[in-house]
């Protein structure tokens, strides 16, 4: 006999929110450019520190032991990058913690953003699992560049999508009842998402690297005339494998624990959400529109899978589908408490 996850206190829940809720506030106070420079920083620490402790509360983790190790990390990397110049303090030393502390609060976004979404029988409410994950992505993307990172995008991009995938597994590896949960149509989805997520991170590398002169233009040209046209560019990790998977695994999941194997490709959506601010040519409106640009067509793709999905596996006949509504519902903790 199992025991049952015990819940976590409401005061401990409470603290975690009224710290998270700071930091945004601190964060909204920053980029109004209102108050000291050092605010984007103190709540850029605050998110991480609560992102932190949010996720190990969801994971069946110690919450206050891992959030107050963030706050402490995160606090000593802001410190010595603003203090580190004036004091004679080593520059670097402060550059390499605050560099550190925005890779690891993209991973942070990147997974908590996945683990707290909760099963959906329909493919609507589905959606607004996927909107629930954006959300926090975006805030997660507001505290990612509060530590101001001096690291090449690209390499901020991979580091952080790697590492997200790998604390993902991890994680997913306990809930999906590790490997012997897959099954044959689990298999398949883990190969085919790892087969479409290294293809196109190999061929946007290839094609940046190798690519002829001609066609490389060709593709700038296309991807400045889109962004002069309708303001951005979707995200294509986003598009074709993050909002699908986390729609289509959102859905799943209510029916099978199978769902999280899914889920955890949605990382690529959330991780790429969290670095999108990194980059200094992006502006506001576009850093805006990009998410919102990938939720159509990702939308549009992870319905078409649940479609097939259930056309394959699914009950024929309206009724039949009815029937089977009522009866998806496979049981999870809710949003705020642990899955372990």
Known sequence: MTTPTPLYPLLVVRSILGLLAVGVLLLAVAVAQVGPEWLDRAGGVAVAASYAALLAMRTGGRPLVFGIAALVFGATGALVAELGPASGVVHDAGVILTTGGAVGMAVLTAVLAVMLTTPAVRALR????????????????????????????????????????????????????????????????????????????????????????????????SVRWTRDTIGAVPRPLQVLVGVPALLWGCHMRARRRQGWWVCVFGCAATGSVATTLANPGTTWLEAGLIPLYSLVLGLAFGYLAIRV????????????????????????????????
């Open 309 to 340: 999905d259930l056309a394959l596996t699914g009950q024929r006949g309206s009724r039949a589908r009815a029937v089977e509504r009522e009866r998806a519902v496979r049981p999870e903790p809710s949003r705020l408490q642990p899955l372990l």
């Open 126 to 221: 589905a959606a607004g699992e996927v909107l629930v994950a954006f959300a926090i992505a975006g805030v997660g993307s507001l505290a990612v560049i509060a530590f101001r990172p001096r690291l090449d995008v690209d390499r901020l991009d991979y580091a952080a999508l790697a590492l997200a995938f790998g604390l993902g597994f991890v994680l997913v590896f306990r809930l999906g009842a590790g490997w012997h949960g897959l099954g044959r149509r689990g298999l398949l989805v883990v190969l085919g998402g790892s087969a479409v997520l290294a293809v196109s991170v190999a061929y946007a590398e290839l094609l940046r690297h190798y690519g002829t002169p001609q066609l490389v233009d060709a593709i700038d040209s």
